[in-house]
């Protein structure tokens, strides 16, 4: 399966917005989704989910952490998914990568079971 490609990110001052982008070429045939997850550089083996935005609807969720704050959407014409971060906190510094998966949303619980990985992008909150 080809890989998700993303692009997006950079050092972006607290309280600010940045945009990462996912360009994904190819889904599995169980794969519904597109999923965003974060590796935070004080957990290196944790990867914390952000959201998701399934394909053929285009319904997307958000994780609390970054609700009322992170909007993810798609534009199925360049089959691009982004998610874009607003008012921007120390705690959103982390890698940030987009899987291509199987997803489900039961009782506001999202499961993911991920097919490919993005190379990850890196986000840095500054002061």
């Known amino acids: 399966q080809v890989q998700p490609v993303q692009s997006g990110g950079g050092s972006v001052p607290a309280g600010g917005s940045v945009r990462i982008s996912c360009v994904v070429s190819?889904?599995?045939?169980?794969?519904?989704?597109v999923a965003w997850f974060r590796q935070i550089p004080d957990k290196p083996h944790e990867h914390e989910g952000v959201g998701g935005i399934f394909r053929d609807s285009g319904e997307a969720y958000t994780a609390d952490s970054v609700q009322g704050r992170a909007v993810i959407s798609q534009d199925t014409a360049t089959k691009t998914v982004y998610l874009q971060i607003n008012g921007l906190k120390f705690e959103d510094t982390a890698m940030y990568y987009c899987?291509?998966?199987?997803?489900?949303?039961?009782?506001?619980?999202?499961?993911?079971?991920?097919?490919?990985w993005g190379q990850g992008t890196r986000i840095t909150v500054s002061s």
């Open positions: 899987v291509v998966a199987a997803c489900t949303v039961v009782g506001g619980q999202a499961s993911e079971i991920a097919s490919s």
């Open positions: 190819e889904y599995g045939p169980s794969d519904n989704c």
